[in-house]
């Protein structure tokens, strides 16, 4: 299920993704867009391969910022699926598609640093968001 499909308040409603900004009839996507709308959506790279689904959205209380997209990968029906924290800023929103792009080879994916659902890592943990933002080569925002 992508965004659009998940607007509940019809906040995309005349609003399709592949419109002009003249064309727009109302609504705030896709430059602003609700949470909600957002878990669920797929996640695939630059080949096309996916790379699993967003679960949940990571904000920073500080900031007000999104920090990370948690994706789900792998496993059978939710059982023995591996999740992924992955930066925010990694992730593209393909609006022709209504899907995320992230530009990573699937098998460098599949090495990445994730956990169980039932251990979540200390996502506050500054040397744990370095190594994140290493691994997918981008840069932790600053905290007001």
């Not at 669920?40 to 949940?56: A, H, P, R, T």
């Not at 900031?63 to 789900?72: F, K, M, T």
């Not at 992955?86 to 098998?107: G, Q, Y």
């Amino acid at each position: 299920m992508n965004y659009q499909d998940r607007d509940p308040y019809g906040m995309y409603k005349g609003n399709p993704s592949n419109a002009t900004d003249a064309s727009r009839k109302h609504g705030p996507g896709p430059e602003l867009m609700g949470a909600h709308t957002l878990t669920g959506n797929d996640v695939v790279n630059k080949q096309d391969e996916s790379l699993g689904d967003i679960k949940e959205i990571m904000l920073d209380m500080r900031s007000g910022r999104v920090s990370y997209a948690v994706l789900s990968f792998g496993g059978l029906l939710g059982m023995g699926d591996k999740l992924f924290a992955v930066p925010w800023s990694a992730l593209k929103l393909d609006t022709v598609n209504e899907r995320f792009v992230l530009d990573v080879e699937k098998s460098k994916f599949e090495s990445a640093p994730g956990f169980d659902k039932d251990a979540w890592p200390n996502m506050a943990n500054p040397e744990w968001e370095r190594g994140v933002h290493a691994y997918y080569g981008t840069t932790p925002s600053i905290s007001v």
